[in-house]
């Protein structure tokens, strides 16, 4: 069984500040990948960054960089230089990539808001 | 190139009536899966589908609940004597052929279903 931790509460950054969204998981998988999605106030899901456990360096795409820590469990997302529109839910989730278990486990989420 | 398309985006019922959410899958993919989001939570694995066949439901419903994927046309999660619990946001995600590790779920807007 697969499982994500998202506990911090709503969370602030001032426009063109970095901040760090955190996400803690479980897993018994050999090998699995971390996601993480962004959820705006008009509701779809916006895929932003991925993670293999296996990759040696960590992720980053614009913007968004993933702090991985595969001895601790974390996969923290960082957003670079906040804008406003980054004001959104942010979801952490993983699968498994063995196998044919294909299905993103979520966490709860974090509300990030952007001060102007 | 058009995204993941549901529809309806917002769908009202009446208890004990039938609600019946489409979803049709980036061009070139042949995975679907349906997940559901209370609110205030992550979202929930229900059901993998490929073309015709269903692969893993372990997160639906035993009752009321079904899905299918036919060899043309979109995929539908009907959900039979809608009660109020059932209200929630369904999200419908695609990914293409499986070719690795790295095959991300793109997800469609979603439907907001409200039963009174």
């Known amino acids: 069984a697969q499982k994500i931790t998202q506990t911090q509460p709503g969370m602030f950054v001032q426009e063109k500040e970095a901040v760090t969204l955190d996400c803690t998981y479980d897993t018994s998988d050999p090998s699995y990948g971390l996601f993480w999605y962004k959820q705006p106030s008009s509701g779809e899901m916006i895929f932003l960054i991925y993670?293999?456990?296996?990759?040696?360096q960590n992720a980053t795409e614009g913007r968004y960089s993933l702090n991985f820590q595969k001895a601790r469990k974390s996969a923290n997302l960082v957003i670079s230089a906040s804008q406003l529109g980054d004001s959104a839910m942010y979801f952490c989730?993983?699968?498994?990539?063995?196998?044919?278990?294909?299905?993103?486990?979520f966490g709860k989420g974090i509300t990030l808001s952007v001060r102007p | 190139n058009a995204g993941v398309m549901q529809n309806p985006r917002h769908l009202v019922r009446r208890r004990g009536q039938e609600a019946r959410l489409r979803c049709s899958p980036m061009?070139?993919?042949?995975?679907v899966y349906w997940y559901r989001q209370l609110p205030e939570e992550g979202l929930k694995f229900m059901v993998y589908?490929?073309?015709?066949?269903?692969?893993?439901e372990s997160g639906m419903p035993k009752e009321r609940f079904s899905a299918e994927f036919p060899k043309e046309g979109p995929s539908i999660l009907r959900i039979q004597q809608v009660v109020r619990g059932d209200s929630a946001a369904y999200f419908c995600a695609s990914s293409p052929v499986v070719r690795g590790p790295t095959d991300t779920q793109y997800f469609g807007p979603g439907t907001r279903l409200t039963v009174l």
């Open positions: 993670q293999g456990s296996y990759d040696q």
């Open positions: 589908l490929q073309k015709e066949n269903i692969i893993d």
């Open positions: 989730a993983m699968r498994p990539i063995t196998g044919a278990n294909s299905k993103l486990t």
């Open positions: 061009k070139g993919h042949s995975h």
